[in-house]
């Protein structure tokens, strides 16, 4: 029965299984090189929960999981791995077949489909992901990204990376929310997973719309984006400080602006120049 349930649950790197349909014994990279500057992130867009991938509880080696009823304010730190060659072609939880060149993820709790931003806390770098697979189930572990994830996050070659996992939630009408931010705006990636009209957040009294390129838990590297940024923008940018379940985070952001048409234009610019992580998102002043 365990073998079963971990087959039903999908193999990652993780999760060693005896079961026969995988040819490999032990994980790898994929030969030759792969070019992630042009991959897109997965863009997130309202999935209705299902059954297939969120049976709970559920055990893996004698140890209980529950699935999470919603990923709404999601915001955990841990180590992510990664998986790749030797389950390319497999199926995951939920019975997708897992590509190990396409942005998605394994987690042991958070709901299958769901969607979560996941930042490299060493070097700033981000990616969305879309979670279709159970796992990882080692206690040090808190998410294995596809192997292409993982070069896009710069530690494929390590193995592992000290990470930020924050749930994008999408409601029925197309509002995004990342769990520590709000609603946001985001743009859509044509060939993705799926796509989401961009929203614009209202802006309440007190606050106004920012471009956001990153977000670190130590300021030296945010500090050194900032001046990036600064050099093709101007003064129009800030280091912000803010407290968060995760700890002390370090924002940078391009800002403010009234005009959400000028916030776009100004978040496709930095874009074009090399800021390709960056969210639309409300923020105090």
């Given at each position: 029965?365990?073998?079963t349930l971990?087959m039903?649950?999908?193999?990652?790197?993780?999760?060693?299984s005896q079961d026969?349909r995988y040819t490999?014994s032990?994980d790898?990279a994929?030969?030759?090189?792969?070019?992630v500057?042009?991959l897109?992130?997965?863009?997130?867009?309202y999935?209705?929960r299902?059954?297939?991938?969120?049976?709970?509880?559920?055990?893996?080696?004698?140890?209980?999981?529950t699935v999470?009823a919603?990923?709404?304010?999601?915001?955990?730190?841990?180590?992510?791995?990664w998986y790749g060659?030797?389950f390319?072609?497999h199926?995951?939880?939920?019975?997708e077949?897992?590509?190990?060149?396409?942005?998605?993820?394994?987690h042991k709790?958070l709901?299958i489909?769901s969607y979560?931003?996941?930042?490299?806390?060493?070097?700033?770098?981000?990616v969305?992901?879309r979670?279709?697979?159970?796992?990882p189930?080692?206690?040090d572990r808190?998410i294995d990204?596809?192997y292409?994830?993982?070069?896009?996050l710069?530690y494929?070659?390590?193995?592992?990376a000290?990470?930020?996992v924050a749930a994008i939630?999408v409601?029925?009408?197309?509002a995004?929310?990342i769990?520590?931010?709000?609603t946001v705006s985001?743009?859509?990636?044509?060939?993705?997973?799926?796509t989401?009209p961009?929203?614009?957040?209202?802006?309440?009294p007190?606050n106004?719309?920012?471009?956001q390129l990153?977000s670190?838990?130590?300021?030296?590297p945010a500090?050194?984006?900032?001046d990036?940024a600064?050099?093709?923008?101007?003064?129009?940018v800030?280091?912000?400080s803010?407290?968060?379940?995760?700890?002390?985070?370090h924002?940078v952001?391009?800002?403010?602006?009234?005009?959400?048409?000028?916030?776009?234009r100004?978040r496709?610019?930095?874009a074009?120049?090399?800021f390709?992580d960056?969210?639309?998102?409300?923020d105090?002043r």
């Amino acid at each position: 029965m365990v073998i079963t349930l971990m087959m039903w649950l999908a193999g990652c790197t993780s999760t060693p299984s005896q079961d026969s349909r995988y040819t490999l014994s032990q994980d790898r990279a994929p030969s030759g090189e792969f070019d992630v500057s042009g991959l897109a992130d997965a863009v997130p867009r309202y999935e209705p929960r299902r059954s297939a991938g969120n049976r709970s509880p559920y055990t893996v080696w004698g140890k209980q999981y529950t699935v999470m009823a919603s990923a709404d304010g999601y915001l955990q730190q841990g180590v992510a791995s990664w998986y790749g060659e030797k389950f390319h072609g497999h199926k995951t939880s939920n019975g997708e077949v897992f590509n190990m060149y396409a942005m998605s993820a394994a987690h042991k709790s958070l709901p299958i489909p769901s969607y979560a931003r996941v930042t490299n806390l060493d070097n700033g770098r981000s990616v969305i992901v879309r979670v279709n697979d159970r796992g990882p189930f080692h206690d040090d572990r808190l998410i294995d990204l596809s192997y292409a994830a993982a070069k896009k996050l710069d530690y494929h070659n390590r193995g592992t990376a000290r990470v930020e996992v924050a749930a994008i939630t999408v409601t029925p009408d197309g509002a995004v929310s990342i769990a520590g931010e709000g609603t946001v705006s985001m743009p859509s990636n044509p060939g993705s997973a799926g796509t989401t009209p961009a929203v614009t957040p209202a802006l309440p009294p007190g606050n106004a719309l920012f471009v956001q390129l990153g977000s670190f838990s130590n300021r030296d590297p945010a500090q050194r984006l900032a001046d990036r940024a600064v050099a093709l923008v101007g003064p129009q940018v800030r280091v912000r400080s803010v407290e968060t379940d995760a700890g002390r985070f370090h924002r940078v952001q391009v800002g403010p602006f009234q005009d959400s048409d000028v916030a776009s234009r100004t978040r496709q610019q930095l874009a074009d120049r090399g800021f390709v992580d960056s969210i639309l998102l409300t923020d105090t002043r």
